[in-house]
C-alpha cells in the first residue's frame, strides 16, 4: 500500500499537468446510503377485556389463539418478517458475529468425560463419541480404574483376565433421539439401589410430555414396563425391585403416584392421588433408601408423608405439615427423621431454613420435632447433604459462603445447640464464591462429597472433599489461562499439592482461606469483582456486583450491561460464563443487581418483592442501574439490560419506568403479557408463579400486576432503548408474549432506527448444542455492541 502511494505521488510531480487538470475535476458525490430497513407492521383486531371492573383492548390478542388456523398463518407471515427484519438491521456485524461465534466456540470446555462419580462398586460418568452430537452415558468398576483407564480416553481399557472391554455402556444417547423425534432431551434418571435397572424420562417433542422408560443395566434391553408417560418424579423401592413414579394430569399438575413392580406384568397400581387441582405431589427416596418421601402443597398448606420404601404398599403416614407454601426436604439418619424448612415457627414467619430431628416411629405432632441448632443471626444454613457419617452445611455469612462438616450421629437428647459446638469442620474455598452446589452425592456410605464451586471470576469447579480427613481434590475445572497447564480432570493431585490440603480443620469460617490461591484456576489478577450495596427507593440496601477486564476497562467511558432476576426466591446466577469474556475484553463492566423478590436476603427478600410488592423488585434494579452511572462506574447512556425469563418482566417494567436510563436491552424468553398469561394462561402455570406473581382474583393483586406489567405500561411518543427478544414457542412464556410486546413498542413509541427494537425466534430450547447456543450469543453480543457504538 506504502509503495502504491509513493508511486503516485512520483507520477504527479513528473507530470505536472495532469495535476492542473485534476485541480479542475469535481469529485463524484458520496453515494446516498441505503434508507434503514423498515420494521414489519402486525395486523391489529382490537378485542376489550374485562375484569374487576377494568376494561382494556389488546389488539394484538390475535397472536396467541393457539387453536385458530388462520391467525396461526397470520403469525407465520408476520414471524417470517421479523426474522428478515433482524437479519436486515444486523447484516452490518456479520463480521462482528462470526468473529464473536468463534471466540466463544474456543472457550467451550471440550471434556472427554464428565467427572466418573463413584456410588458402590461403580464409577458411573457421560462421555462424548467422536462426531456423535449426544453423550453416552457409562460405567465400570472401581477396582479396575486406575490399572486399565485413560483419563484422556475414558473408554479405553481392557481387561485382560476375562478379556472383555471394562467399560459397560448403560445408554446411547444418540440412539434415544431417534426413538424421540431427533431430540434427546433427559429429564430424570435415577440408578436402582442394587445398580441392576436404570429408569429415565426423555422428552417427546411431538406430544409434549416426558415419558417413562426402564433399562435393565445387565442387558440394556429395556423393560416391558412402566412404558408411562406425563412422569414427573420417580424413586426407587424394594432394594430396586419396584419403581414409584408420579404422573400429570392435561394442566400439568403432578397428582398421583403409581408403584410399578419390576418384571411383573401385573398393572401398576394408583398408591395415592390428589383431585384438589391445587395440590401438586413431589417424592424423592432418602438417600439411605429406607423412605420415600411424599411432598403435597398448596397455596394454604404443605405436609410430608413417608412410604415405607420395603412396603411401599402399605400407606402413606404424614409427618410433617404446614401452612402456605414453604421448603421442605426430609431425610433419614439411623432412627432419626431430619427435616430441613423454611416454615413459620409459632406461627412467625421465619428469614431462613432451619434443621429439625424426632424419632421416625414417633406419632406425628408438631412438639415432636425438636430445633438441632440454636439460631444464629450472623451465620445462615442455605442448604444441607446427608452420609452415613457426617452432616455437611453449606454455609453464608452476609456474602461470605463456607462449607462445613459435623460427625454423625449428633448428640441425642440435648437441646439445641450452637454450631460451634459440634466443632465443624469448615473447608477451603476460593475468593468471591457466589454460590455452591452439592452433588450429585448417591454413595449414602462414602466419606466423600461433591460440590461445585461458583464464582464470577473463576469457572465452576467440581470438587471431592474426603470428610474423614479434610483432604480435597478439584477433579474438574476449566482453564481460561493457556498459560496454565493444571487442568485437574479425574486424577488425583499432585503429592505437593496434596500434603497443603490435608488435614484442614479450621473452627471459624471467616479463618479459611485456601493456602495457595494458585489451586484453583482463579481469574481475579486480570478480572477485578467488587461488591456494593445500593440504596433503593425505600431505603432497602440492594447488593450490587460487579465485573471487570483490570487491562481493558477505561474509567468513566466504559459501557456494561446489567443482569437482573428477582422472581421465585431464586439466587442470581452470578457464575462466570465464558462467554462474557468477549463484553469484558472489550472493556466492558458486567453488574448483577440481586433485587428483592429473588433470593439471597432470607424469605422477608423473597416475599418483598412478589405479589403486590413486584414493584419493588423493579425499583430496585433501576437504583443499581442508576448506581452504576451516577457513580461512574459505566459510562451515561452506555448502560443495557439483561433479562431471562422472569427477569425479561423485570428489565422490561425497568425501561417502561425509565427508557432513558437504558441504551439497549436484551430480553431472553421473557415475561412480558403478565396480565393476559395470569389471566388466561395458554401454558399451564403453577401455584409458585402465582404466588410470585399475584393472583388476578384478588382485586388488588390485579391492580398490581396491571401496574407492573410490561405489555400493559409501554409509555406513548417515547424513545425506547434498542432491545433485542429472543423467544421460541417451546417455552413457558410462548413467542406471542414477545412478539406482542415488540408489535405495541414499534407502536406507540417513538421510531429511531438507531434504536430499533428486534425479535429473535431462537431454535428450540431442547436441542442441548452449544455451538448454537454460542450463535445465539454472539448475536446478542454483536447488537450491544453495535447499539453502544451507533
Not at 402 to 427: D, M, T, W, Y
Not at 771 to 781: P, V
Amino acid at each position: 500500500m506504502l509503495r502504491h502511494l509513493l508511486t503516485t505521488v512520483r507520477h504527479r510531480t513528473i507530470h505536472p499537468h495532469r495535476c492542473y487538470r485534476s485541480a479542475s475535476y469535481k469529485h463524484p458525490k458520496n453515494p446516498t446510503p441505503p434508507a434503514p430497513p423498515k420494521p414489519p407492521k402486525a395486523p391489529q383486531k382490537p378485542q376489550s377485556f374485562t375484569f374487576h371492573d377494568v376494561t382494556w383492548e389488546d389488539p394484538y390478542s390475535w397472536m396467541s389463539s393457539l387453536q385458530d388456523k388462520v391467525a396461526m398463518r397470520h403469525m407465520d407471515i408476520y414471524m417470517e418478517q421479523e426474522e428478515k427484519y433482524t437479519e436486515a438491521v444486523m447484516s452490518d456485524t456479520e463480521r462482528l458475529q462470526t468473529k464473536l461465534q468463534s471466540e466463544m466456540a474456543s472457550r467451550l470446555n471440550f471434556d472427554l468425560s464428565t467427572p466418573p462419580l463413584r456410588w458402590g462398586p461403580w464409577l458411573y460418568y457421560r462421555r462424548v463419541e467422536e462426531g456423535k452430537q449426544y453423550p453416552v452415558l457409562c460405567r465400570r468398576l472401581v477396582s479396575l480404574n486406575e490399572e486399565f483407564i485413560s483419563n484422556k480416553s475414558p473408554g479405553a481399557g481392557f481387561d485382560f483376565n476375562s478379556g472383555k472391554r471394562i467399560e459397560q455402556k448403560l445408554i446411547d444417547y444418540n440412539q434415544e433421539a431417534e426413538r424421540f423425534g431427533g431430540y434427546a432431551y433427559e429429564e430424570l434418571s435415577e440408578i436402582s439401589p442394587d445398580h441392576k435397572f436404570l429408569a429415565y424420562t426423555m422428552y417427546d417433542k411431538d406430544n409434549d410430555f416426558f415419558k417413562l422408560s426402564v433399562r435393565n443395566l445387565n442387558s440394556g434391553a429395556l423393560c416391558s414396563k412402566p412404558h408411562a408417560s406425563h412422569v414427573s418424579n420417580l424413586a426407587w423401592v424394594k432394594d430396586g425391585h419396584a419403581l414409584l413414579y408420579v404422573i400429570t394430569n392435561e394442566n400439568k399438575r403432578p397428582y398421583r403416584i403409581y408403584c410399578s413392580m419390576i418384571g411383573s406384568t401385573d398393572e401398576d397400581v394408583l398408591l395415592h392421588e390428589e383431585q384438589d387441582e391445587n395440590v401438586y405431589v413431589n417424592i424423592r427416596h432418602t438417600k439411605d433408601f429406607h423412605f420415600v418421601t411424599v411432598n403435597t402443597f398448596s397455596p394454604t398448606s404443605s405436609k410430608v408423608f413417608l412410604i415405607n420404601a420395603a412396603d411401599p404398599f402399605s400407606g402413606l403416614k404424614l409427618v410433617w405439615e404446614s401452612e402456605g407454601i414453604v421448603h421442605c426436604i426430609l431425610e433419614h439418619h439411623q432412627g432419626y427423621l431430619y427435616l430441613f424448612t423454611d416454615a413459620a415457627k409459632d406461627g412467625q414467619m421465619v428469614d431462613g431454613h432451619y434443621l429439625l430431628r424426632c424419632p421416625v416411629n414417633s406419632p406425628f405432632n408438631p412438639k415432636t420435632w425438636e430445633n438441632v441448632f440454636l439460631d444464629d443471626q450472623d451465620l445462615i444454613i442455605e442448604d444441607v447433604d446427608f452420609s452415613n457419617s457426617h452432616l455437611v452445611l453449606i454455609t453464608r455469612k452476609g456474602r461470605d459462603f463456607g462449607i462445613c462438616s459435623v460427625a454423625l450421629p449428633l448428640p441425642v437428647g440435648k437441646r439445641a445447640v450452637h454450631l460451634r459446638e459440634l466443632q465443624p469442620n469448615f473447608l477451603p474455598l476460593p475468593k468471591h464464591v457466589c454460590k455452591i452446589s452439592p452433588g450429585p452425592n448417591y454413595d449414602y456410605y462414602s466419606t466423600i462429597m461433591r460440590f461445585t464451586i461458583s464464582s464470577p471470576v473463576m469457572p465452576d469447579a467440581v470438587v471431592d472433599y474426603d470428610l474423614s480427613n479434610g483432604k480435597w481434590n478439584i477433579i474438574q475445572q476449566q482453564n481460561m489461562l493457556h498459560e496454565r497447564t493444571r487442568i485437574l480432570y479425574g486424577t488425583a493431585l499432585s503429592s505437593s499439592i496434596a500434603e497443603k490440603s490435608t488435614n484442614v480443620k479450621l473452627s471459624a469460617m471467616n479463618d479459611v482461606k485456601s493456602e495457595d490461591d494458585n489451586l484453583w484456576n482463579d481469574l481475579s489478577e486480570f478480572y477485578a469483582c467488587e461488591h456494593y450495596d445500593v440504596s433503593s427507593h425505600d431505603g432497602a440496601m440492594v447488593p450490587l456486583t460487579i465485573v471487570y477486564s483490570r487491562k481493558n476497562r477505561k474509567v468513566n467511558q466504559s459501557p456494561g450491561v446489567l443482569h437482573g432476576h428477582g422472581a421465585y426466591g431464586e439466587v442470581l446466577d452470578k457464575r462466570w460464563q465464558s462467554e462474557l469474556k468477549s463484553l469484558l475484553d472489550r472493556g466492558w463492566v458486567v453488574g448483577y443487581a440481586d433485587v428483592r423478590g429473588g433470593g439471597g436476603g432470607g424469605r422477608k427478600w423473597h416475599h418483598d418483592g412478589r405479589r403486590t410488592k413486584k414493584e419493588n423488585s423493579i425499583r430496585d434494579y433501576i437504583s443499581c442501574a442508576k448506581y452504576l452511572v451516577e457513580k461512574e462506574i459505566v459510562q451515561e447512556n452506555k448502560l443495557a439490560g439483561w433479562g431471562y425469563s422472569a427477569g425479561g418482566l423485570l428489565v422490561a417494567s425497568a425501561i417502561n419506568f425509565c427508557p432513558e436510563l437504558f441504551r439497549a436491552a436484551v430480553l431472553k424468553v421473557p415475561f412480558l403479557d403478565a396480565t393476559n398469561t395470569l389471566l388466561y394462561p395458554i401454558l399451564p402455570l403453577t401455584a409458585v408463579d402465582y404466588e410470585d406473581f399475584g393472583y388476578p382474583g384478588d382485586i388488588e393483586d390485579f391492580h398490581a400486576i396491571r401496574k407492573y406489567s410490561p405489555y400493559d405500561n409501554i409509555q406513548k411518543d417515547v424513545l425506547y432503548p434498542a432491545v433485542l427478544v429472543s423467544s421460541s414457542f417451546n417455552t413457558r412464556f410462548g413467542v406471542w408474549e414477545a412478539a406482542k410486546w415488540v408489535a405495541r413498542v414499534r407502536e406507540q413509541t417513538i421510531y429511531d432506527p438507531k434504536h430499533p427494537i428486534l425479535l429473535n425466534l431462537m431454535t428450540d430450547i431442547v436441542e442441548e448444542n452449544r455451538y448454537l447456543q454460542c450463535k445465539e450469543s454472539a448475536l446478542e453480543t454483536a447488537f450491544l455492541v453495535k447499539a453502544m457504538e451507533s
